[in-house]
């Protein structure tokens, strides 16, 4: 079992910024591809970026394409989503996943999840 430990969420004003952690102690955390879902109240689990094991390769969903940016310290074990010019939209429970040799997907049964981190966004 892989255990991912999500900080950094809370309350923030429409147009602040915020930085989510996700740690993988005790774990070899480079071999992981990892990714960020958000599941906002009364809706369906949505992705919203994703890091390949190397940091190579990064995307996005489009509705944070341009104000999010996913990143990795494999040397620290941990993974970052920096969240800026936030919106009401994006208030949602945020969960770091991980995945050995793929993508994480909601539909793989191989994907790691934590526990999630509240974020929200006041107008």
């Known amino acids: 079992q892989v255990r991912l430990v999500e900080t950094g969420g809370g309350l923030v004003q429409a147009g602040g910024s915020l930085r989510l952690s996700c740690a993988v102690p005790g774990r070899t955390f480079s071999i992981y591809d990892m990714a960020w879902f958000r599941q906002a109240p009364g809706k369906e689990r949505t992705f919203v970026a994703a890091?390949?094991?190397?940091?190579?390769?990064?995307s996005y969903s489009d509705s944070v394409k341009g104000r999010f940016t996913i990143s990795r310290d494999n040397a620290q074990n941990t993974m970052y989503l920096q969240m800026n010019s936030l919106k009401p939209e994006d208030t949602a429970v945020y969960y770091c996943t991980a995945d050995n040799g793929q993508i994480p997907s909601i539909y793989s049964s191989t994907t790691y999840w934590g526990q999630g981190t509240q974020v929200t966004v006041s107008s």
């Open positions: 890091i390949t094991w190397s940091g190579g390769s990064t």
